[in-house]
């Protein structure tokens, strides 16, 4: 094979060079340029034939700007290589352009330094996506800022809103009662009908303010975890609604559940307000039948309350968690609308999560996640 036909291994390293992605500068120990790939012209705006043979400095080391570029340079002589700061060079036009840099030494074959090599690569795309990304945090942090306040203010408002709403309530309860007793037999049939509905609709105040009270406890309420048995929680929450299980001859089964960590209290009340949602809507002439049972799924023990009740329909599934929403007329199913929020708040509260769906029963089945308790490295549940 000739000469002029052979490549050697130098001949397709500079074809590499030429071709790579990098800005590449090679200069002499005077800083002389003495290479300059296509890439080294676009980012410089200066052409090879332009830029070999002159000086590299202006550019690769511009006046004014850090001077990590010379500081790499002169490592770089000494036969250290610096790979991957950034700074700032310059154009050919003068305009300066971020840049990722290394500088490596180039060598003689018997290993003395004869100059560098400059890799360059421009950045500016990527402070521009740390620039957006730092206008986006500061934007969050405000819009977290503003909601913390809000949700502060939404808090101070529906405690003091439900407090104060309490002593004229007491002033119109306490009247009514002496209106009843000293009255009551004075009134025709209309203003016996009349009086009942005033003492129906001070009732139902109260229970709607006791129940906002209960919420924005809730919302202000401090969180601290610890490890909680769900069924010493579901057996609480049953002592609690003796009375209501005995009047109407509910029969209640409850399986094996998870130790999941969590807040006694709030999951104490979340329980209780699915155990009497779950007994209140049952159809009329039937015995309420529930069923409490759990499981382990990953990193979460999950909780089924089960009925035998009237079930919810597909749509309606969402809104039964918002405040005050009621999908029965309050003469036939008793309530403020507000026991199923306070059951998401604490699910969200505890980072779990809470769905609906049709119960094998036959009524609605809720089931809730929460984080599961581990001791000694695994998932521990109630074996009782």
């Given at each position: 094979?000739?000469?002029t ?9 500079a ?31 200066l ?9 590299a ?13 010379a ?5 770089a ?13 310059a154009?050919?036009?003068?305009s ?8 490596a ?8 330094v ?6 360059a ?16 945090r ?7 800022a ?5 949700n ?5 408002f529906?405690y ?16 009514i009662?002496q209106?009843?007793r000293?009255y ?12 009942r ?5 001070a009732?139902?105040m ?30 609480a ?5 003796s ?9 209640v ?8 960590l969590?807040?006694?209290?709030q999951l104490?009340?979340m ?9 209140k ?7 309420p ?21 009237i ?6 599934r ?7 929403q ?7 199913y ?8 306070v059951v998401?708040?604490?699910v969200?509260l ?12 036959g ?20 074996d009782?």
């Open positions: 094979m000739s000469a036909t052979t490549t050697t291994a130098a001949d397709l390293l074809q590499a060079a030429q071709v790579a992605a990098d800005a590449i500068v090679g200069e002499d120990v005077d800083g002389v340029v003495m290479a300059w790939n296509d890439a080294a012209s676009r980012l410089y705006g052409a090879a034939r332009d830029a070999v043979g002159s000086s400095e202006p550019l690769l080391r511009p006046d004014g700007e850090s001077s990590a570029p500081a790499a340079r002169a490592r002589l000494t036969g250290t290589r610096v790979d991957a700061f950034d700074s700032w060079h154009r050919a036009d003068g300066r352009v971020p840049v990722s840099t290394s500088v030494p180039l060598r003689r074959p018997d290993g003395s004869c100059g560098t090599a400059t890799s690569i421009d950045i500016s795309g990527r402070l521009r996506l740390d620039a957006d990304l730092q206008d986006a500061r934007a969050l942090e405000q819009q977290n503003v909601l913390v306040r809000s502060r203010d939404l808090e101070q529906a003091v809103a439900s407090h104060d709403l309490s002593e004229p309530l007491r002033v119109i309860t306490g009247f009662t209106i009843e000293r009551g037999g004075s009134f025709d049939e209309r203003g016996e009908r009349y009086l509905h005033i003492v129906e609709g009732a139902r109260r229970a709607l303010i006791d129940d906002l009270l209960e919420y924005s406890r809730f919302l202000r309420a401090d969180h601290t975890r610890t490890e909680v048995p769900l069924r010493e929680v579901v057996d929450a049953l002592g609690r609604l009375a209501a299980v005995q009047d109407t001859g509910a029969e089964e409850v399986g094996e559940l998870p130790v999941v969590g807040d006694r209290a104490q009340s329980v209780q307000n699915l155990l009497s949602n779950a007994l809507f049952t159809a009329p002439g039937e015995v039948r529930l069923r409490v049972s759990g499981d382990v799924a990953g990193a979460s023990g999950v909780l089924h309350v089960d009925d035998a009740g079930g919810i329909e597909p749509e309606f969402d809104r039964v968690f918002r405040m005050f009621r999908l029965h007329v309050r003469e036939d008793s309530g403020t609308g507000i026991g199923l929020a998401q708040q604490v969200e505890h980072d779990g999560s809470i769905t609906v769906e049709d119960s094998p029963l009524g609605a089945r809720f089931r809730v996640a929460l984080p599961l308790a581990t001791t000694g490295g695994g998932p521990r549940g109630d009782r």
